[in-house]
Each structure stands twice: as C-alpha cells, then as structure tokens.
C-alpha cells in the first residue's frame, strides 16, 4: 500500500529558527494536504497542493509540491511558540477521497 | 467548517467488553471516516462511513471488530469490540466539507 514517510520526525529549533519537514511518498500523488495537530488536540486542516511544483504561502508558512508530484515540504520561517506541534502531509486518493497521513513531524520551539 | 462533537471523550473499559463512540456534526455530510491514533504516532483510517451504505474499511480492520453505524448524515458510531489492551488508543471521526477534513476532539480509550 501507499506510504508516506516524513523526515525529520522530531525536530527542536529555538524561537526566531527557521523549520522545514519533507514528505516522500512511493507513489505519484494526486494532491496532497498538511494538517497542525497542537499537544492533546486534534489535526487541523492547513493548506491542500494540487499542481506539479506548486507553492503556497500562508504568513510565516510556505508550502510545495515536488515537481514530479512523489514529495512536498513545509516550511516556517522564524518560529514562534504557538507552531509547537506535529506536522502531517497526507495525499488524499481514492473513490472516496480518503487521507493516508504521513508519519509526522514533531516540532519543538525553545523560547 | 464544520463541528464536531464525540462521545465519551475519555473511558477505561475492561478487557473483552465493548465501546460505542459516538460522533456528531453539526451539518450534514456525506462522508466521515474514523481513525485510531496512538500515542505519538500518525493517524490511521480505520473505515469510511458513507450514509445509506456499509462502511468502507481499510486493510487491518473488520466489521466484526469495529462495527459502524451512519444512520443519518450527521451522525455516526464506531464500535470497539471485544477490547483487549492493544485497542487502547485515541479514536478520532472527522467529516469532508469540500476537500478539507475536519476532526472531532477524539476519544481517549483505555482497556485494563
């Protein structure tokens, strides 16, 4: 089956840092969404990518798709306390438009 | 967007009894999926539930096991049969609202 592995699965940065997680699937991807689960909290739609090499920016957040649609990366520029959290990629396929979720990347902000 | 409420939130069950989890949105959906969630780990889909028809599930789980119901488009159930320590787990819903997911609050669930 399709997996969807993310590197690094943790990462400790300082406040200010910069923080980038890549997603890398088997499989050539239709599309591909990012969801923010906060510590104790449920995941939390943040931006979905559908075409080759697309890039979207949301504030300090940019988000892109692999040119060959196999791979997509998150990154935030200088991090701040409130992006604490585990970052998922999860493609979306299917008859039914079922997420697979990638591994996840665990983000650490030290103030 | 839409809500979502899920009930219980937390329970401790023993071993070889059941739980039913309960979610409701607070608009109507076609789809809602549930998942399991470990502690620290990724979520996995455990079935997709369609309204009018039998759910849907993912390699790894069976009816027998995780029954679901959708008796209408704004509420579903999961159940967890026969629990032993290994179902121990968050389990999440969540519904379709366009391309976007959204979750409920999840239910912590402990077998002893």
């Known amino acids: 089956g399709q997996q969807v592995m993310q590197i690094p699965q943790y990462q400790h940065v300082q406040e200010g840092e910069d923080f980038t997680t890549y997603c890398n699937s088997s499989?050539?991807?239709?599309?591909i969404q990012w969801y923010k689960q906060r510590p104790g909290g449920h995941p939390v739609f943040l931006i979905q990518?559908?075409?080759?090499?697309e890039v979207k920016k949301q504030k300090r957040l940019t988000f892109q798709f692999g040119e060959a649609k196999k791979n997509s990366s998150l990154h935030i520029t200088a991090t701040q306390t409130t992006d604490v959290g585990t970052y998922f990629c999860?493609?979306?396929?299917?008859?039914?438009?079922?997420?697979?979720f990638g591994t996840g990347t665990l983000l650490a902000v030290q103030p | 967007s839409a809500v979502i409420s899920q009930k219980p939130s937390r329970d401790i069950c023993q071993r070889g009894t059941s739980l039913t989890i309960q979610c409701q949105v607070d608009?109507?959906?076609?789809?809602m999926f549930w998942y399991r969630q470990q502690p620290g780990q990724s979520l996995t889909l455990i079935a997709t539930?369609?309204?009018?028809?039998?759910?849907?599930?993912e390699s790894g789980f069976v009816i027998d096991k995780f029954p679901i119901s959708r008796p209408n488009l704004t509420f579903s159930t999961l159940t967890v049969s026969n629990m032993s320590p290994e179902d121990s787990s968050i389990y999440l819903c969540?519904?379709?609202?366009?391309?976007?997911?959204?979750f409920g609050p999840g239910t912590r669930l402990t077998v002893t």
């Open positions: 999860a493609p979306q396929g299917g008859a039914t438009n079922k997420l697979i």
């Open positions: 499989t050539t991807l239709s599309n």
């Open positions: 990518l559908v075409k080759s090499g």
């Open positions: 608009s109507q959906v076609t789809m």
């Open positions: 539930a369609n309204q009018g028809s039998e759910a849907t599930y």
């Open positions: 969540s519904s379709m609202t366009g391309y976007e997911q959204y």
